[in-house]
């Protein structure tokens, strides 16, 4: 690779970086709002919140990243023809194939990228997030010691604090149960303590009052008492039984034993298929959009109104693109022997890169009229049609 070439390669880098910044923060702060309302809100730390933006991370950019690519390669492209570095490059005997050895190169070390992501980080990550969301949610004394406010821990269960000492005492308590449907029960303490024994939490309530509704009689008693346990494990205590997000599952294991994987996890052959090869698909198809980009813009010669035409041909190209991964999802889903249709969209941009770049190497020669020739004799100022 000569000077040069290393040179472009590194701007096509250096704005990937650029891109991929903007585009990851735009859509991290979208999410990061409802995150945030929901952990804090539940009691979590700044810390939970931070921990789970970094394990959404990798998901975020998987999606980011080939937009990233094809906007980097655009706007580098775009820049050397405005400057006529291409231009230089094509007077001095350079053809369009030699002048897109950087943009392929930084296809391939893109593609390289999104594979270690949908290889390793994301299954990792989305494992990892998993854990902590089940560990948050056995987190009973986050959800519950939040003063002030009525907090719904578990469905019919209405949980309320007035305010909470130093050292963890609760005072004025009110916990209403109405998950029996036959009665309710509303319990209030004035103080109330928490303890954890043997896997379990209890709310102790001292000096307080249980009132009991039967709705089939009508009928409420009351109970006053100077202290009772009160067993609130099972408000927040999911089912462990659950199957794995099919992006959590390693590829390894989807290409070793997907057989497994459909009785345990209850996924089709045609989702697993459908979503091992769209693994390989995605680094193929970070190969195509960087031709695209490069290619589409070296169709136009120099002007000085740019090239916003063939920027434009190169973005509704992207959305083709796109918009064929989504075709060629459903009939993979239904028929899992289908999977080579994966590819598809990575290889028809591909396809269409290189004709681009066959069109620039040769473009259509114009017709010319033969132009008038000067008959030989003739008196000055007279001219006579060639033949």
């Known amino acids: 690779m000569s000077r040069f070439d290393r040179y472009v390669l590194s701007q096509y880098l250096l704005f990937f970086g650029f891109f991929a910044l903007i585009l990851v923060a735009v859509f991290w702060v979208n999410r990061a709002v409802v995150l945030f309302d929901r952990l804090i809100g539940d009691g979590q730390t700044a810390l939970v919140f931070l921990e789970f933006t970094a394990l959404a991370l990798p998901n975020l950019i998987r999606m980011v990243l080939p937009v990233a690519v094809f906007a980097s390669a655009v706007w580098v492209t775009n820049r050397l023809q405005s400057e006529s570095e291409l231009t230089v490059l094509r007077a001095t005997g350079s053809s369009p194939w030699q002048m897109a050895k ?26 990892q997030l998993a854990l902590r969301e089940q560990e948050v949610s056995r987190n ?3 959800k519950l010691l939040t003063e002030g406010n009525f907090l719904h ?34 319990y209030t303490g004035t103080r109330a303590f ?17 009132q ?6 009508q009928q409420l008693s009351t109970t006053n008492f100077s202290d009772f346990s009160y067993d609130i494990s099972a408000l927040t205590n999911k089912s462990t039984d659950h199957k794995r997000n ?41 190969v195509a959009v960087a031709l695209i980009g490069f290619s589409a813009l070296m169709l136009g010669s120099y002007s000085r109104f ?20 989504g075709v060629v999802s459903e009939p993979v ?44 004799g003739a008196g000055p100022g007279k001219t006579e049609a060639g033949p």
């Open 102 to 127: 950087p943009a392929l190169a930084f296809g391939l070390i893109t593609a390289l990228m999104m594979s270690i992501l949908t290889h390793f980080l994301l299954p990792n990550s989305i494992n």
């Open 140 to 142: 009973i004394t986050a």
């Open 153 to 186: 821990p578990a469905k019919g269960v209405t949980f309320y604090i007035r305010q909470i000492d130093s050292d963890g005492t609760l005072n004025d308590v009110f916990l209403s149960d109405r998950r029996d449907p036959e009665q309710s029960v509303t």
């Open 194 to 210: 928490l303890v954890r024994e043997a896997g379990k939490t209890h709310l102790i309530m001292v000096n307080g009052m249980a």
């Open 212 to 217: 009991r509704l039967d709705r089939e009689k």
């Open 246 to 286: 099919i992006r959590a599952i390693p590829s390894r294991e989807l290409l070793r034993d997907p057989a497994a994987i459909t009785e345990t996890e209850g996924y089709s052959a045609g989702a697993l298929a459908e979503e091992l090869h769209l693994r390989f698909a995605r680094a193929l198809i970070c």
């Open 306 to 325: 740019g090239v916003w035409r063939q920027a434009l041909l190169a973005f509704l190209l992207l959305i083709v693109v796109e918009g064929l991964r």
């Open 333 to 376: 889903m239904n028929a899992p022997q289908l999977w080579p249709l994966v590819y598809l969209p990575a290889c028809v941009g591909i396809l269409i890169a290189l004709a681009f770049l066959q069109l620039a190497a040769r473009p259509p020669v114009a017709r010319r009229r033969p132009a008038p020739t000067v008959a030989l």
